[in-house]
């Protein structure tokens, strides 16, 4: 089987282009693949192909087989690899997702794409499409219990769960011991990705992601847009935010108006080769 290994913001995955190669049973190779001792190594994989709802369509598994309904920073990749490896020659482009269709801006220099802007949508913060057990809805600021600790949660959903949590420093936060506690807390019926902010300015912030299915990620594109659409809630910053994440930096805007989230960052390939099934 024919890959090509990619990351946004060092959130890395393997990519397969279903229309040159077939898999059969995509769960099991995600986590072959994602491997980082055995196999290619990567927080797991996206497939690319047809689609009778937009250009192309994107299903993302993550790195324990299970799937995924969204990626921001995979679906800048997907975006790369399509214009890049001349699938199309749009610089705007529609992307079937498990969160639906989504509307990429492509940034080309010299031939290649440099950056993307995706339209993710309206945030869905109604408790029960979340999914969260909740007293109230929205979930802004409220209370949950995790590792014999108190915490104050928002929560919101870019198409999958997010929790998000403020801290007062992201760099010596223990998130190997509290992400899996809210992962697989009791509130979250379908699980939870985390997200532990710190607030630097009305302008910048920077986070840490606890990702459900793959532990901590580098960074996560649809976890940078539900935290800074929290902040927002808890009035902590403006509507367009830095977000600094281990792997680099993502720009997020709110726009109130049409209720659209919108990321803009990088997208890398970084080597091409094939796998043996």
């Known amino acids: ?19 040159e190669e077939q898999i059969e049973d995509a769960p099991a190779l995600s986590i072959r693949v994602a491997d980082r001792h055995f196999g290619i190594g990567g927080d797991g994989l ?16 993550n790195a324990d087989g299970s799937e995924a309904e969204m990626c921001g920073n995979g679906i800048r990749c997907v975006a790369k690899y399509v ?10 482009i529609r992307i079937e997702s498990g969160a639906g269709v989504k509307m990429l801006d492509l940034t080309v220099e010299n031939g290649l794409v440099s950056s993307v802007c995706v339209d993710m949508g309206e945030p ?28 104050k ?19 010596t936060f223990d998130l190997d011991t509290y992400g899996p506690l809210f992962e697989h807390h009791k509130r ?12 630097h300015s009305r302008k910048e912030v920077s986070m840490r992601v606890w990702e459900r299915g793959s532990a901590e990620t580098w960074a996560c594109g649809t976890g940078a847009c ?16 830095l977000i600094h994440l281990r792997g680099g930096d993502l720009t997020i805007r709110w726009d109130r108006q049409s209720n659209h989230v919108f990321m ?14």
């Open 1 to 19: 089987m024919k890959f090509t290994k990619m990351h946004g913001c060092g959130n890395d995955y393997v990519y397969v282009n279903l229309f």
């Open 46 to 61: 996206i497939t690319i192909g047809p689609s009778d709802k937009a250009d192309f369509r994107m299903r993302i598994y």
């Open 83 to 92: 214009y890049d490896h001349h699938l199309t020659d749009q610089t705007t």
């Open 124 to 151: 869905i913060l109604e408790a029960e499409k979340i999914p969260v057990v909740a007293e109230k809805s929205p979930v802004i600021d409220e209370p949950i219990t995790a590792g014999e600790r108190d915490w």
């Open 153 to 171: 949660m928002t929560c919101v959903s870019m198409g999958n769960p997010h929790a998000v949590l403020f801290v007062d420093d992201v760099k």
């Open 188 to 199: 979250f019926p379908n699980r939870t990705n985390t997200e532990f902010v710190a607030v």
């Open 226 to 241: 539900a935290s800074v659409v929290a902040c927002i809630l808890n009035g902590l910053t403006d509507d367009e935010v």
């Open 264 to 277: 803009t960052g990088p997208a890398t390939e970084v080597f091409e080769g094939e796998f043996p099934l």
